[in-house]
Structures are given as C-alpha cells and as structure tokens.
C-alpha cells in the first residue's frame, strides 16, 4: 500500500493550526486495513503526535529490553501483547508533553478492557474521536502476506521499495506476517478486538471508512469523518 501524498503534508499542517479543535484520534481496524500509513498521515497534517504501540514494542524487541523479550515471543506467535503491559505503555506515552496538544493512537486499544481503561486515562475537555477502517477479510490476508519490512529499522515499506526508504536496509518479512500467522492474527483480531468496535459504535464521535480503496482515498475519507466530529480542514 502507497501512502497518501506527503508533499503537501507539512503546508497543510500549517494551515491548519489554530483551525479547529484539539484532535484525539483512535484509529481501529485489523491487521492489514492501513490504520499505520493513515495514522501517520493525519498526525503530521494535524500536526499531534502518532502514538503507535506497534512501533513502541518493536523498538523494544530491537532494543532488547525486558518488556520487548516478552513481547517477541507474542507478537510471533501472533497473539496480542497483555492489556497490562499495553494500558501502561500508553499511560506513560500519553503522559508526555507532546501530547497535550492531542495524538493519533495506532494499535490501541486492542481490547474492551484497555479501551475502558482509555476512557479514564482522556479528560473530557476534548472529544475521543474513532475512526474504524472497514476491509474485506481477503484484501487483509493478501496485503499482510506480501508487505515486507527494513530488517534494520523496522520501517514498513512501500509497494515499490526495492530497499528501506528511511536507511537503505534489506526489506523482509515480518514474522507475523507469514500465512498461518495473518490468519491467526485475523482470528485474534475477530476473537478480541471486533467487539471494540461494538463498544465504541454508539458514540456520536464514531465513523466507519471504506479501506478497500486507494491509500489518497482512505486519507479523504477519514479527514471528513475526523472534519466532521471536531471541525478544521477536511
């Protein structure tokens, strides 16, 4: 999957200073639906912070610590990391300066207890916005089994790298995303995190977006689904 066009990304982050309202983003989905690429998109344009749990535990898993041993042994097997650990990465990450000004989560929650436990780390002074990429169970198995990623730095690649856009490394596959782990990652996806969806459908902030397009068009749809709960550019 490209990812949405980047020329005008930091213009429109300008523009949109000072526009509309304080942006806190949940971005859902399955493995494969794109809520990286796009997660990364809207943070830059509505210049917050990404906070991806997914990077956070393989810079942990690279760097060897406590948590990413653990955390290794998981994410191959293609179940999910415990709510304990997660709530606490996120409480700390949220805690930081940066963002106070809002952020975009990509990977959490992943469960009804850590989106409970969301729901008490947020104060009310802003809306949780949520955003659900919706994408054919078959477009999922087929993207995850062929995206590849930088052995060394773990930067996901885009459909026409022949190398780590980011430091030159050697693309491979990720170990979860070999065939029988995609479709263990789908049921645990179904099994675990589906009902998130149910949890947060009710709210007036909740949008669901067609992720079964090109990337540019995902990246529309959601900025008006985000435009049409907080305001600003679309």
């Known amino acids: 999957m490209s990812a949405p066009g980047r020329s005008s990304s930091r213009d429109e982050a300008r523009a949109h200073a000072g526009t509309s309202e304080r942006l806190r983003l949940v971005m ?4 494969g639906a794109g809520k990286g690429t796009q997660a990364d998109h809207v943070a830059r ?4 912070p990404r906070v991806s749990t997914g990077d956070m535990l393989r810079d942990a898993v690279l ?7 653990t955390a290794r042994a998981v994410m191959d097997a293609g179940r999910l990391v415990d709510d304990e650990t997660m709530i606490g990465i996120v409480r700390d990450r949220l805690a ?12 959490f929650p992943r469960t009804v207890v850590q989106a409970e436990a969301l729901d008490r780390l947020v104060d009310r002074e802003a809306p949780l916005v949520v955003v659900n990429i919706e994408v054919p169970e078959d477009t999922l198995v087929r993207r995850l089994s062929a995206r590849r990623i930088c052995g060394r730095c773990g930067t996901t690649a885009r459909p026409a790298d022949v190398q780590c856009a980011k430091c030159g490394g050697v693309l491979v ?3 979860d995303d070999d065939l029988e782990v995609v479709r ?3 049921r645990v996806y179904a ?5 998130i969806v149910d949890f947060y459908r009710g709210r007036p902030t909740f949008r669901s977006v067609d992720g079964d397009q090109a990337p540019d068009a995902v990246a529309t749809d959601i900025a008006s689904a985000v435009a049409s709960v907080v305001g600003g550019r679309r």
């Open 63 to 69: 760097g060897d610590t406590a948590i990413g041993r």
């Open 45 to 48: 344009v509505r210049g917050v």
């Open 191 to 195: 099994r675990a995190t589906q009902p």
């Open 173 to 175: 596959q990720r170990r």
């Open 96 to 107: 930081q300066p940066d963002a106070r000004v809002g952020f975009v989560l990509d990977g």
């Open 184 to 186: 263990e990652r789908l």
């Open 28 to 31: 859902l989905g399955a493995p």
